[in-house]
């Protein structure tokens, strides 16, 4: 079946401009999570929806970060006046319930600021 | 936070040979779970291991988990040049369900000299 999907593949950006990215995830899984790699490091996690649960916030690296969900569709993850420092690989990952251990991946979008 | 850490970062091997990276971690946790990443784009999982097991098998691959030392390693046996990666450990803790997303360590980018 169709893996998680991601788009755009690559962004690249001025600074100061908006961007958004997308994730769709696996039919039926009702957990999603975002998260940035920056060059050379691994993972860090942003943020989680399961179901039509209000997502926790707090792990967005500033307010200039949002995300939603549609149900238990598409995700949705903007960067409002985006700076240097966002660069990153942006990467999804859905889950079929929250009690279900294993991620399935997107291949990420690259983004870059300039 | 990132609370894995792997060891080494970087290892560079003959094929044919075994490959063996370390993951250390800080806090309690539900399971640990070991990805692939090519060319630092998406995510592959490989093997999950849980917090009460302390080996696991997946063809070629071996997991062991030592909870008292908070600490896992990942070994290839028999290694190919298509094994060229970077290597991650990731955790789940034992709060949130799940809502707290994975902590990833930094990585062990793995090379097979053919």
């Known amino acids: 079946g169709a893996g998680v999907s991601q788009s755009p593949s690559n962004k690249v950006t001025e600074k100061g401009k908006d961007v958004e990215l997308r994730c769709d995830p696996i039919?039926?899984?009702?957990?999603l999570y975002w998260y940035r790699q920056r060059l050379g490091q691994g993972l860090e996690f942003l943020i989680y929806f399961q179901g039509n649960s209000a997502p926790d916030k707090s792990g967005l690296p500033s307010d200039r970060f949002s995300a939603e969900r549609t149900g238990e569709s598409v995700s949705t993850l903007t960067i409002q006046r985006t700076q240097q420092e966002d660069s990153a690989v942006y990467l999804c990952?859905?889950?079929?319930?929250?009690?279900?251990?294993?991620?399935?991946f997107g291949p990420g979008t690259r983004l870059l600021v300039l | 936070s990132q609370q894995g850490e792997e060891d080494p970062q970087a290892l560079s091997i003959q094929e044919g040979e075994n490959a063996t990276m370390n993951c250390s971690y800080k806090t309690s946790i539900n399971n640990l779970q070991w990805y692939r990443q090519n060319s630092g784009r998406g995510l592959v999982h490989l093997i999950l291991?849980?917090?009460?097991?302390r080996e696991k098998h997946s063809g070629r691959l071996r997991v062991t988990l030592d909870t008292s030392k908070k600490s896992s390693s990942l070994l290839i046996t028999a290694s190919r040049a298509a094994d060229t990666a970077s290597y991650f450990c990731?955790?789940?803790?034992?709060?949130?369900?799940?809502?707290?997303?994975?902590?990833f360590g930094k990585g062990t980018h793995l090379i097979i000299q053919p």
């Open positions: 990731a955790t789940e803790g034992k709060s949130g369900g799940g809502a707290d997303g994975l902590t």
């Open positions: 990952a859905s889950r079929p319930t929250s009690g279900s251990e294993t991620q399935y």
């Open positions: 291991i849980r917090s009460n097991e």
């Open positions: 039919s039926g899984h009702t957990a």
